[in-house]
């Protein structure tokens, strides 16, 4: 359980932010919630996002707020011309709105990402999706939590495994079909909004950036925040067109990164 | 008539002023309607812990409702203690439950079958035997079922040869014989799936069982735990419990640690993890994803993710009027799913019930529960909570695990304790401890 020194710094902070953030007026209770949230406006830069061709799946309830299963799909060809570049994911309920940003090429083939988020509280989390040819896409979904996110480990963080990652991609793939890849990394994710036993605040540190790399070129590179759950866990797509390799590399905070290569077969 | 509303009446401020929970068991009879009058006629699903302690309280709170439970089996054989039959500290035999005591004592009509079928319009359940009942309140608890498939390879035939010993009975004969004919030296692997499922301290009980087990027959044997979650119930007291009773025999693994299993072959008893490891195991023991019992589902009370979304403070069912649900069943975290909350329920939601037959408001609910667990002979810990209704959700108002530092006393007394749980709470749901 998380103390209950931790509940009223966050709770501060979370204060802190919702004074910015929250409906003043029934109309903007009414209106959905990437209007209602600075983070997601500024993304958005005036624009009104295209109704529907995204898709966000969470749990109704979550029992654990500290590893929230989150999938965000886009309905996208992923041509050269017409692709998704961004996905943008923010949290309404956390001391900091901002999730993540995956960054994505024609050569995922797919819009698809999985991930594990934190949730302080019950709220919505929002999915935002832009376009090469600057169309947007956004959607909130509800989660109710039962056990709050804030429950970040990390004191009980194993440090003989910090650092080590695991990639695993298909066995085979066909050429240009899009085949999913699972990417786990053992990291504390320490939030920056925790005290130790003297009461100081644990200086922010974490996996800030993932990168994939097919043969050499970007496919896919994702921007986290602290609102990723511990042991960073994203699986994403790769449509390969040719043999080579998958490298994946993890920046952290502290200075550390790490790559891992895993084999590409084609027929 | 108007003489059993008022004596109705008067039951349901007694039992607002008890406050409806666990504790209302100390409450007395309550004076029946008026003779000849039915307070109207409730069928419940399932004799269970929720079932029947539903059954039971309605017939306490107002006896002039007609209670018909359906139960196919004669005994109910419980999950809880069913870790401490295969760890040899208990009796198969004292798990069993019969239903003398609601229909000889409560007057509750016990019908042996299985409900195949709900009608909500015509407010009817169908029996397997082709009978219709009618009612005119209907209560499901009847507890998870297994979702088939959904974890690849694991089947209801990989289930013969991978048992998941999740509900009591063949299941956990199979497992028990299973670990009896292993060698000396084998690996006892259980897989523990995502929440939400039943007993979220059970998978962690269970391994402590087997290594007991292993540790006077088999010790040389180790127990590998592959985990879907990176966090458990009462999980600093499990870890220090396993390491002070069984050394290194124990060891569990995570989902970030490459825990999560994502298919099983239960004809090789090996499993395969997210990242690709290959396990094998001598006994192979999965506990599986699971959802209602498939009566909710007929009934048209589930939501997308296979449980029962409820009123909080009746547990109603959201979605079809008429209809409650309890136990297991229900989503109504942060109560776990556990036999004591499903007692808890049952009896708040008897109160609901009889009020809402009077037509008149329930009282305030309030539940409690414990979990204990026992973690070796004389050493038992367990996680306590009391749960209300705030800003329209349960909520927990109060809770706590066993202290980190207990002495050898503490742990001895809390071991003790479980087994008085076990026995005060069959005696409440059965009247037969
Ligand atoms: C290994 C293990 C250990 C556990 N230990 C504990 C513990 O120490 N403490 C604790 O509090 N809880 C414990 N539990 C949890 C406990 O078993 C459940 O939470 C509890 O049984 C839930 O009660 P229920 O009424 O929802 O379901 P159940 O008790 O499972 O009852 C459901 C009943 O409904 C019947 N049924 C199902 N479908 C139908 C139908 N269509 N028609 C008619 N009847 C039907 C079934 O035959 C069954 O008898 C444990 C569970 C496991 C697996």
Redo the contacts between chains.
Sequence with gaps: MMSRRMVKSAMWLVGGVLLLISPLSPAWAAAPPWERVEAVRAVLGGETPVPGGIRLDL??????G??VPLTVEVESPMTVDDHVEAIHLFSTGNPTPEIAVIRLTPEAGRARVTMRVRLNESQSVVAVARTNTGRFHAVARDV?V??SGC?A?GNDF?DA?FMLA???APDRFSPGQPGEV?T?I?HPMETGLRQNGDGNLIPQRIIHRVVAEVNGSAVMEAELHRSVA??P?LRFFVAPTAGGTLAVRWDEDGGESTVQEVPLRLP | MTRGRINRRQALKLMGAMGAGPFLAAGGRIPPAAAGGSAGRVVVVGGGFGGATLAKYLKRFDPAVEVTLVEPSRRHFTCPFSNLYLGGLYEFDALGHGYEELVRRYGVQVIHSMADDVDADARTVRLAGGETLSWDRLVLSPGIDIRWGELEGYTRAAAEKAPHAWQAGPQTHLLKKQLEAMEDGGTFILVAPENPFRCPPGPYERVAMVANYFKSHKPRSKILLLDAKDNFSKQGLFLDGWRHNYGEMIEWVGRSHDGGVVRVDADRLEVETEFGTLHQASVLNVVPPQRAGFIAQRAGVTDASGWVPVEPRTFASRKVPGVYVIGDATEAAPMPKSGFCANAQGKVTAAAIVADLAGVDGPDPSWANTCYSTVAPGYGISVAGVYGVREGHIAELAGGVSPADADAAFRRREAEYAVAWYRAITQDTWGTA
Excluded: E
């Design positions: 749990p109704l309830v979550s029992q654990d500290s590893a109710r039962t056990v429950l480990r194993d495994s695991r990639v695993r699972l786990l053992n511990a042991n866990y």
